[in-house]
Each structure stands twice: as C-alpha cells, then as structure tokens.
C-alpha cells in the first residue's frame, strides 16, 4: 500500500506555532511533492523537488519551508506565518526516470486551534 | 500557468448507469492526463490515465477520451456500483518537472 509514508496521521496546532509533517518514501524515487487539500477544492502544489538538496516553489508557497537532505525524505514545515493552515498535506514522489505518474502518501490532517 | 476546470462538482447516478466527469485545460503543452481516485479521508489513487498520442484508453468499466485540439478530456465509468462512490480527481501534467496540475474534484454518488 505505497511505500509513502506520512507522520503523524493527526495534527493540532497552536496559533503562532511551528510544525512539521514527515513524508518518508522507500521507492527509490527523485522526485517529491507536498500538496495541500481544501474541502471542495482540488490539490494545490507547494513545494516539489526533484532531487536532493533542490528544491522548487509550488504555486502555493507562502508561510512553507521544505528540506530535502536525503532522498527518502522531504519534510515540510508550516510556519506561523501560514495565515490559514487547517487542511489535509499530501505528499508525493515519482521515479523522474520513467514515468510521470505520482504516488501519494496517507496524509496529515493539520488543525489549528 | 495551467488551468484546469472540471465538471460537474456533484455527480449522483443510480448503480448500473453510466457516469461521465470532464475536464478542460488551457495549457496546450500538457501532455498527461491522469485521473485519481479518493475515498473519504484516504490518499489519492491513480485510476486511469492518457497520453497525448492517444485518444482513448479503456480499462475494464472505466475509459478516458482526449481531445487535444479542444483541450478537453473526459472520464467514462460504465455499469456503477456503489464502491465507485468516491470523489475523483483529473489532472494535467508531462511539462515542467512532473508537476501536476489538479482539477476542482467531483463527488460521484451511486445509489444502490
């Protein structure tokens, strides 16, 4: 069932507060992706990467940060200056080599209370 | 950038019918035409997806058809059943760095 990884499942949040979510993939991908999903809307691309140690701005990229130190990983961090955090983050990798097709993970669902 | 416009939000059919899900883009570069499929509160699963050299693709009770030329691209499910009921994504890509672009998602209904 993926071998995507995301941790925790749940998440809550003070206001003013910073958090990351944890994406681990063992599918020997290039490339990853963070998504954030609104009710009634589409994904929405945040930050990708297509290799370690680079990574690109999505079209969403405000109050975010990512690193991507290893391949496996590409954690993501919604800082306080996210205005409006609470929403379901979505993770994604693809193998760059092959096809364009993207693998999700599970999910974080990120609440601010 | 890319644009993409699917309809209609809400679709609701009784189980047999046929459901039909489409999308149109505006970047005539777009190459790959996915369309994922989520069940309430899981990941996005890959259920069928085109290529800008063909236009249909067909399998088993799902299809895609494309139209380049028109810059739409449709989603055909035949004989519904109730473990259809999910919401559905398209999607455009195959340009800049795999990046996908994510149409608005429809809710699909099917009634026993």
């Known amino acids: 069932d993926g071998g995507i990884t995301q941790s925790p499942k749940y998440l809550f949040r003070k206001e003013g507060q910073n958090v990351t979510l944890s994406c681990e993939q063992n599918l020997n991908h290039d490339a990853m992706y963070w998504y954030r999903q609104d009710p009634g809307q589409g994904l929405r691309l945040i930050y990708y990467?297509?290799?370690?140690?680079?990574?690109q701005k999505g079209d969403i990229a405000e109050g975010y940060s990512v690193s991507r130190e290893k391949k496996e990983s590409f954690p993501l961090t919604v800082t306080s200056a996210q205005k409006n955090p609470t929403a379901f983050y979505l993770c994604?990798?693809?193998?760059?080599?092959?096809?364009?097709?993207?693998?999700f993970g599970p999910g974080t669902r990120l609440t601010v209370l | 950038g890319e644009n993409v416009e699917q309809h209609p939000s809400t679709l609701s059919v009784q189980e047999g019918d046929s459901a039909v899900i489409k999308c149109t883009y505006s970047d005539s570069a777009s190459n790959y035409f996915p369309w994922y499929k989520q069940e309430l509160g899981k990941r996005p699963q890959l259920i069928i997806d085109?290529?800008?050299?063909?236009g249909e693709k067909k399998d088993q009770r799902i299809a895609v058809t494309l139209n380049k030329t028109a810059k739409h691209f449709s989603l055909h499910i035949t004989e519904t059943q109730p473990e259809d009921s999910a919401v559905y994504f398209c999607a455009t890509g195959g340009t800049s760095y795999g990046k996908l672009t994510f149409g608005q998602g429809t809710i699909l209904t099917v009634h026993p």
């Open positions: 994604a990798s693809r193998d760059r080599g092959r096809v364009d097709e993207q693998f």
């Open positions: 990467s297509q290799i370690v140690n680079d990574f």
């Open positions: 085109i290529r800008s050299n063909v």
